[in-house]
């Protein structure tokens, strides 16, 4: 019989666990898997607050009025 395991070390507490090598989701061991299990999930990573204005830039906008040439 064949088992292949990685060797990982947790994100959590750092300690090194074996898992299996076709589990590639799991980051934390046994214990801060059940210990992190009740936090709620990440937010999502996007920017907070009002979004960024994309408007002409302020040369081009003096020379479409006419000011500067």
Same mark, same amino acid.
């Given at each position: 019989?064949?088992?292949?395991? &990685?060797?990982? #070390?947790? !994100? +959590? =507490?750092? =300690?090194?666990?074996?898992?299996? &090598? $076709? !589990?590639? =989701? $799991? #980051?934390? =061991? *046994? +214990?801060? $898997?059940?210990?992190?299990?009740? @936090?709620?999930?990440?937010?999502?990573? +996007?920017?907070?607050?009002?979004?960024?204005?994309? +408007? #002409?830039?302020?040369? @081009?906008?003096? *020379? !479409?009025?006419?000011?500067?040439?």
């Amino acid at each position: 019989m064949d088992l292949r395991v &990685q060797l990982k #070390v947790c !994100e +959590g =507490c750092g =300690c090194l666990w074996y898992r299996k &090598q $076709t !589990e590639n =989701c $799991t #980051v934390y =061991c *046994a +214990g801060c $898997t059940i210990r992190l299990r009740d @936090f709620p999930p990440p937010l999502s990573r +996007g920017l907070r607050g009002r979004p960024r204005k994309l +408007g #002409v830039p302020r040369m @081009f906008a003096v *020379a !479409e009025a006419g000011g500067a040439q």
